[in-house]
């Protein structure tokens, strides 16, 4: 499932009811449907687990901010990878790139 854009939470939410995702501040959520006349957005988060299945419920729009490139970088890759992409400077010619 694709998603429309790369949010951070800025506040923790409890679920008030069935359907509600909890999130954390600083939490990574996937926006996968927003709805201009509610306040509501349906989102995900990556799994606690590699076993488990990704979380999705709706989130209050006014607690997440969308993400900086970089940070929509993160999210498609794990840590590790996005810090050895960081190594690479595409200034450099292409003979320097060994």
């Not at 990574?28 to 299945?53: F, Q, V």
């Not at 729009?61 to 050895?84: A, D, I, K, W």
Request: aromatic fraction near 12%; proline fraction near 4%.
């Amino acid at each position: 499932m694709g998603f429309l854009s790369v949010c951070t939470a800025l506040y923790d939410y409890q679920p008030q009811a069935d359907g509600e995702l909890e999130i954390k501040e600083g939490e990574l959520l996937y926006i996968l449907e927003k709805d201009s006349g509610d306040d509501w957005w349906k989102a995900k988060k990556r799994a606690a687990a590699e076993d488990d299945d990704e979380p999705v419920g709706l989130i209050p729009n006014n607690y997440v901010e969308q993400v900086s490139v970089e940070g929509r970088m993160r999210s498609s890759f794990t840590l590790l990878e996005f810090q050895h992409l960081r190594q690479f400077s595409f200034q450099a010619p292409i003979s320097q790139w060994t």
